[in-house]
């Protein structure tokens, strides 16, 4: 039976309804609040000898903060990237798929006219699952996956965006902010502390606000040109720059760590810190073969930690063989958020292998490319080239970087490293076609063990033409035919050169 609703009755049903409301909003808060927070530090260059606890020497330069970090939590020591250059490395890092999936098979340059490569929009990035979890997210440096409009960061499921598009020596070098440039040409001994500070300020936020977020800092560091601010910067050892740059990478992992305790976020917060491929001249293989742009693992090892007090022990040490296509679902795991099952997700949850060095890898095998070819792959202790990994450059001492600080357009230290700084190991057999190596005995990989294995040659050459079958043909994008000097403070000048 109806019956009219007095004032006192209908104000105690509104109250009773906007204090539900109230109750369940709140409750929204607190759940976010507990969710776990990320930050993926994402070095450029950075070789695995670079810093300390890798590699089979000693590191030339010192880390204390990345050394803290390693002993804290976990070093995967077998950790690969899927190509020995920039672009499709990051589609891989933040989509957990190989670049021959994600699309992006070469490096955007517009100082080269490579222009319309990017990420799709319908790939799903960290950012964009997490986003839909609530999360906040910010990327912060080196994007390097499309710089016309449709391919942007905020394309791509990021809040706010602060870097560069491409990398630093890629000119017209613009600092963007969201889709505006905001510096030109840009002051790259500020860039690591800048970065850093936008980071830190970004979680800050976020805490304010009692919101989960994901930071993506891809730091512009150690890939050329070298520079470093005037805290960091020893110009009376001139030949210490790429030291300088480390050390002030290494000071920023700090900042992050410092700002996560006084935030009392420490324990909530998974910090993740690799590198996107090998090191140029200047940098350190830690006595791998072999360098950036090669398919040797001086060019596709990068070190790996992870640190989560209390959900990460400290101080683990898992030499299984893993790679960035395991950051997404790693992550997204931890977020309790569901992995992407609409599309071929080519990495694992490496969770268990960062609680313990005895856990073993869940993938059976590790993949590595060359330009738009597949190349390598790992499985276990072996590793069979199946394309040749490449010999080193004939670059000598006068050679001349056409993309070297010029004072103008590119601002940064004059005394960049030298091809005499070679950072890799260059004896062993000769490079070709289908050489196979035992990297738990010959991690230098300096003898070719084909010959006498050839059972295991078969085994891997068999997964290896199993995937190389879903790898499509990829038509190069157009190019100038030499790299052009554009310059302007508009994001156009970037794609706008003729």
């Known amino acids: 039976m109806d ?5 006192r009755d209908f104000m105690g049903l509104l109250a009773g309804g906007v204090a539900g409301m109230m109750l369940g909003a709140t409750k929204a808060r607190c759940e976010l609040a507990q969710k776990p927070n990320f930050v993926l530090i994402f070095a450029d260059d950075l070789g695995y000898g670079d810093i300390g606890g890798f590699g089979l020497k000693e590191s030339p330069f010192k880390t204390p903060n990345l050394d803290r970090m390693g002993s804290e939590g976990a070093k995967l020591t077998s950790f690969y990237v899927p190509t020995p250059y920039c672009a499709p490395s990051r589609g891989t ?34 950012a964009e699952a997490l986003g839909e979890a609530g999360y906040a997210s910010i990327c912060v440096g080196k994007w390097h996956l499309g710089h016309t409009f449709k391919y942007l960061p905020r394309k ?16 017209p070098v613009q600092l963007v902010e969201n889709e505006k440039v905001v510096e030109y040409p840009v002051v790259q001994a500020t860039l690591t502390k800048r970065y850093t500070q936008r980071a830190l300020d970004f979680i800050e936020r976020s805490a304010e606000k009692n919101r989960p977020f994901f930071v993506y800092l891809a730091h512009a560091m150690p890939h050329k040109p070298l520079a470093a601010s005037e805290d960091f910067y020893t110009p009376e050892t001139p030949d210490d720059l790429y030291g300088d740059v480390i050390r002030e990478l290494d000071w920023s992992v700090g900042q992050v760590f410092a700002k996560l305790k006084a935030l009392g976020l420490d324990d909530n917060t998974m910090v993740i810190f690799t590198s996107d491929n090998g090191p140029w001249y200047g940098g350190s293989t830690g006595g791998l073969r072999g360098m950036k742009g090669k398919t040797w693992d001086g060019g596709l090892r990068v070190p790996m930690i992870a640190r989560w007090p209390g959900k990460i022990p400290a101080g683990a040490v898992n030499k299984s063989p893993a790679g960035t296509i395991d950051v997404l679902p790693t992550i997204l795991k931890a977020a309790s958020v569901a992995v992407p099952s609409d599309r071929v997700i080519d990495g694992e949850d490496i969770m268990p292998m960062l609680k313990s060095g005895k856990a073993a890898s869940p993938n059976e095998v590790i993949f590595g490319m060359q330009g738009t070819n597949l190349a390598m792959i790992r499985s276990g202790k072996w590793k069979l080239h199946v394309r040749s990994p490449g010999g080193m450059s004939n670059r000598g001492d006068d050679w001349i970087d056409p993309r070297g600080p010029d004072g103008v357009t590119l601002l940064a230290p004059h005394e960049q490293s030298r091809p005499s700084e070679y950072p890799g190991e260059t004896g062993g057999d000769k490079p070709k076609n289908m050489m196979l190596f035992d990297l738990e005995s010959d991690p230098a990989e300096e003898h070719d063990l084909s010959d006498k294995h050839p059972d295991v040659v078969k085994r891997l050459k068999a997964a290896f033409d199993k995937t190389l079958a879903q790898v499509p043909e990829f038509k190069r994008p157009k190019r100038f035919d030499k790299l052009k000097r554009p310059t302007g403070g508009r994001l156009e000048d970037a794609w706008e050169a003729k």
């Open 3 to 7: 019956r009219k609703l007095n004032r």
């Open 93 to 126: 890092i933040l989509t957990g798929r190989y670049p021959f999936r994600h699309g992006v098979v070469f490096n955007p340059t517009p100082d080269g006219g490579i222009n319309e490569v990017g990420l799709p929009q319908s790939e799903i990035t960290i």
């Open 156 to 171: 791509q499921g990021f809040d706010e965006y602060l870097g560069i598009l491409y990398s630093n020596d890629m000119r």
